[in-house]
């Protein structure tokens, strides 16, 4: 970990411990969810086997690479960015349920860290979990109590509703007011990057729904999408290591 890392932590070591407690209530909300999916379906198997474990990692340790390559989009204000993490996420989510999903999405803020450190003050970084778990939770939870392509597509277009409306809201009462306190910035000066780009921003209600919700949507689509496309055809190898072991463990899970 890198001195710059090290000294983050301790000088935001309070915020640091809130944003903590929030990983362990969304890991403990996807936990309760995952129990009761198996309890209804008959599945004995632990929430965390060892295979599931050692798959969390290789996709959390993908995540938070493609999260080091993020994006700026001309129809948003320059701080925000959009990049491919969650998707990942929502597939290991699809595949071992939940929890896996939530965690991969912790996992990868570790590893950005370590490789970029943080420059919002770790603001930043929570957002970024909470946004993304608000996609992949739902997404998951829906998809473990009926295994079929059909409720894979809702859970996607429920996970892209919810949080859209949660990354607005939450960007409009949290996010913006301390990014604004934590760089000096008057809130109005950060509402007229807004109106630069898009007339119709005259506050913090316009600002979130003409910069927020747009970039939160397309992230939501285009993740479902990617997801949709590549998770059939993945799923019997990340799940049992092989087309064949798939097979000899039953047939995959209807997609």
Not at 69 to 96: N, R
Request: a positive charge.
């Amino acid at each position: 970990m890198s001195s710059g890392l090290f000294g983050e932590l301790t000088k935001h070591a309070s915020f640091v411990a809130v944003c903590l407690v929030i990983v362990v209530v969304m890991v403990a909300i996807a936990y309760f969810f995952e129990k009761a999916a198996k309890k209804k379906s008959g599945d004995k198997e632990r929430v965390l086997a060892t295979r599931k474990i050692v798959m969390i990692g290789v996709f959390s340790a993908i995540s938070g690479i493609l999260y080091c390559f993020d994006f700026g989009l001309p129809i948003t204000a320059p701080f925000y960015k959009l990049d491919f993490s969650e998707l990942p996420a929502l597939i290991a989510g699809f595949a071992f349920g939940p929890v896996a999903g939530v965690m991969v999405e912790f996992i990868k803020e570790i590893v950005k860290l370590v490789i970029k450190s943080t420059s919002t003050a770790f603001v930043g970084d929570l957002a970024n979990f909470l946004i993304g778990c608000m996609l992949v939770l739902p997404a998951s939870v829906i998809y473990q109590y009926h295994k079929s392509k059909k409720s894979a597509v809702i859970g996607c277009a429920a996970g892209t509703v919810i949080m859209t409306i949660f990354g607005t809201w939450f960007n409009a009462i949290y996010l913006l007011p301390t990014f604004a306190q934590l760089y000096g910035l008057p809130l109005e000066e950060i509402i007229g990057m807004g109106t630069a780009i898009n007339a119709g921003v005259k506050d913090i209600t316009t600002f979130v729904i003409f910069m927020v919700a747009p970039i939160n949507i397309i992230k939501g689509v285009g993740i479902s999408v990617l997801t949709m496309l590549v998770y059939k055809r993945i799923s019997p190898i990340i799940k049992y290591g092989s087309a064949a072991q798939s097979s000899r463990r039953g047939a995959a899970d209807a997609q």
